[in-house]
């Protein structure tokens, strides 16, 4: 699925005009440091920043100031600008109007008022559910030298896991298999599964860095998978109720 063959139904299917949610939305990133491309002048300029503060009262939201000056100032005389990421392979994206220079924790930022929709693509097969910080269960593994390892999920499927640990030396490689890997759900159980790690970056939120990992499950049972989903629905539950949805 992409934004050209998705029509303006289905488009509006996955876009919410709840405010609460638009802040939920775009705290993650900010808090996640998630890159974001602010896409201009009729698609024709990008500039790459990331989010750093919003205020629901001033109905502001605050981003870096961009790499370059020449971007930057076109950026500043532009009414409609189109913002874009995709954490963990979700699109998503919002449009908001002109900017504002301003300054943030003493350097140059841009400010703009905050959206009132925001658009998260996904397909329904693929779903990935990013994780709320107190939800997030322990994944323990064991290193080729027979240690264990704690891992902390910072994003769930039914087809594999998003896992960070401090950053430093990474102990594990692409395509490396991790067995009998255990996830500690809360109220649901402990789940021992095969994991297969599939790509590997690291993130930053504030002054703190991590190592981040993406693993495929390897083959689950039908007994796991109902876990897994189990789970994942009373997060999602939780997350309405907290949002007044």
Excluded at 105 to 131: G, I, M
Excluded at 164 to 189: D, M, N, T, V
């Amino acid at each position: 699925m992409s934004d050209q063959t998705i029509n303006a139904e289905e488009l509006e299917k996955f876009t919410t005009h709840n405010r609460r949610e638009i802040l939920f939305y775009l705290n993650q990133l900010i808090n996640d440091g998630e890159r974001v491309s602010v896409i201009f002048g009729g698609g024709d300029e990008t500039v790459l920043t990331v989010l750093l503060n919003l205020n629901d009262e001033a109905n502001q939201l605050i981003f870096d100031w961009g790499g370059s000056e020449e971007s930057n100032r076109k950026l500043l005389q532009s009414d409609r600008n189109f913002f874009a990421c995709a954490p963990h392979g979700v699109k998503n994206h919002f449009v908001t109007g002109a900017v504002r220079e301003t300054t943030f924790q003493k350097r140059r930022a841009f400010v703009t008022n905050l959206p009132d929709h925001y658009t998260r693509l996904q397909r329904r097969e693929f779903f990935r559910l990013v994780l709320p910080m107190t939800r997030r269960p322990p994944c323990t593994v064991a290193l080729p030298d027979g240690k264990a390892m704690q891992l902390s999920v910072v994003d769930i499927s039914i087809g594999g896991i998003g896992a960070e640990f401090p950053a430093g030396p990474s102990p594990f490689a692409l395509g490396q298999k991790l067995a009998r890997a255990r996830i500690e759900l809360k109220g649901i159980g402990v789940l021992e599964v095969d994991l297969e790690v599939c790509n590997m970056n690291q993130v930053q939120r504030g002054d703190r860095h991590y190592n981040r990992i993406g693993c495929n499950f390897a083959k689950i049972s039908h007994a796991v998978e109902n876990q897994l989903q189990r789970f994942i629905t009373d997060v999602q539950r939780e997350e309405r109720a907290r949002l007044g949805g």
